[in-house]
């Protein structure tokens, strides 16, 4: 048996995202984020304290994302042949179980100034709102064009628009505080952007941990791609079939199939050349196929290895 592998050139989701963009974003970040834990210590505000958190757990996000695209930029090597491009999956993971981990701690905090409300700074909390509103509104926009190709990329971007959003919240609270002294809606928006936060962080956690776990692409409808393959002339089955994400825009499939006839290499190319088509309508961009004839192994779709 002999192994038939063909390949593409692979559309890198990073083309469009400048690590210029992502260091600038960085500096943004960690500027707000120690602004607003010295205004919320001065002001005593837990929610400002909160958004300072989320904004740190952005500069993690940011920083891990931008050493993984760095990374993603080194070239294959016999002792890495894929290279480092899972490096973005294991960052989204750490992303999502770090804003995970601050919502746990925030939901806390946030109850006991539910119970026990604290007199607040009500300006302090208004003017860094307000500045944390236009760094993330600039973050946003300067890795905007990479979120929709990258599950590292649109983590980091997540950490950055749901900071904006709850950056307006803190401050819609600065001013409630301000004008009507009402002290405990410190505690509610704090408790809103903890809940925000597991809601945004638990989507992202069960996606990378899909791709870690090399689960089969949702995406991918497994019966009609057998179908479609299995049709061709002269295939006369399809088995040992293995779909997964190298990364999150990245479908790698390979498989076993059997021949009705002893054909040639060239002859075989010839229908590898419609499988390769029917993949890539399905978004597979890397397939491995191993042709069989007479070859009395297990048949089955999908083969539990001993």
């Given at each position: 048996?002999g192994?038939?592998?063909?390949?593409?050139?692979?559309?890198?989701?990073?083309?469009?995202?400048?690590?210029?963009?992502?260091f600038?974003?960085?500096?943004?970040?960690?500027g707000?984020?120690?602004?607003q834990?010295?205004?919320?210590?001065?002001?005593?505000?837990?929610?400002?304290?909160s958004?300072?958190l989320?904004?740190?757990?952005?500069?993690?996000?940011?920083?891990?994302?931008?050493?993984?695209?760095?990374l993603?930029?080194?070239?294959?090597?016999?002792?890495?042949?894929?290279?480092?491009?899972?490096?973005?999956i294991?960052?989204?993971?750490?992303?999502?179980?770090?804003?995970?981990?601050?919502a746990?701690?925030?939901?806390?905090?946030?109850?006991?100034?539910?119970?026990?409300?604290?007199p607040?700074?009500?300006?302090?909390?208004?003017?860094?709102?307000?500045?944390?509103?236009?760094v993330?509104?600039?973050?946003?926009?300067?890795i905007?064009?990479?979120?929709?190709?990258?599950?590292?990329?649109?983590s980091?971007?997540?950490?950055?628009?749901?900071?904006?959003?709850?950056?307006?919240?803190?401050?819609a609270?600065?001013?409630?505080?301000?004008?009507?002294?009402?002290?405990?809606?410190?505690g509610?928006?704090?408790?809103?952007?903890?809940?925000?936060?597991?809601?945004?962080?638990?989507?992202v956690?069960?996606?990378?941990?899909n791709?870690?776990?090399?689960?089969?692409?949702?995406?991918?409808?497994?019966?009609?791609?057998?179908?479609?393959?299995?049709?061709?002339?002269?295939?006369?089955?399809?088995?040992?079939?293995?779909?997964?994400?190298?990364?999150?825009?990245?479908?790698?499939?390979?498989?076993?199939?059997?021949?009705?006839?002893?054909?040639?290499?060239s002859?075989?190319?010839?229908k590898?050349?419609?499988?390769?088509?029917?993949?890539?309508?399905?978004?597979?961009?890397?397939?491995?196929?191993q042709?069989?004839?007479?070859i009395?192994?297990?048949?089955?779709?999908?083969?539990?290895h001993h």
């Amino acid at each position: 048996m002999g192994n038939t592998h063909h390949a593409h050139s692979h559309v890198h989701g990073h083309e469009n995202l400048k690590g210029k963009n992502l260091f600038i974003s960085v500096v943004l970040n960690l500027g707000i984020t120690i602004a607003q834990v010295i205004g919320g210590i001065l002001s005593g505000s837990m929610a400002l304290l909160s958004d300072a958190l989320h904004n740190f757990s952005d500069v993690l996000s940011l920083l891990i994302t931008y050493f993984t695209y760095k990374l993603a930029q080194k070239k294959y090597t016999r002792k890495h042949t894929f290279g480092y491009r899972r490096g973005e999956i294991l960052a989204a993971f750490i992303n999502a179980v770090t804003l995970l981990i601050i919502a746990v701690f925030l939901c806390y905090e946030a109850i006991n100034r539910i119970i026990v409300p604290h007199p607040i700074n009500s300006m302090v909390v208004i003017y860094l709102a307000i500045l944390s509103i236009l760094v993330n509104g600039g973050s946003v926009l300067l890795i905007q064009k990479g979120a929709s190709k990258s599950l590292n990329i649109r983590s980091a971007y997540l950490h950055l628009f749901t900071d904006m959003l709850t950056s307006v919240a803190v401050l819609a609270g600065g001013l409630l505080m301000k004008y009507f002294d009402l002290f405990w809606v410190d505690g509610v928006i704090t408790l809103l952007i903890a809940l925000f936060l597991i809601f945004s962080g638990w989507k992202v956690l069960l996606e990378s941990v899909n791709i870690m776990m090399m689960f089969s692409p949702k995406d991918v409808d497994i019966e009609t791609l057998v179908r479609k393959i299995e049709a061709i002339d002269g295939i006369k089955n399809l088995h040992h079939l293995h779909l997964w994400r190298l990364t999150d825009n990245q479908i790698n499939m390979e498989a076993h199939i059997d021949l009705e006839q002893d054909v040639t290499i060239s002859q075989f190319e010839e229908k590898l050349k419609t499988i390769e088509k029917i993949a890539l309508g399905m978004n597979i961009v890397h397939i491995t196929i191993q042709p069989e004839f007479q070859i009395n192994d297990d048949k089955e779709l999908i083969h539990r290895h001993h």
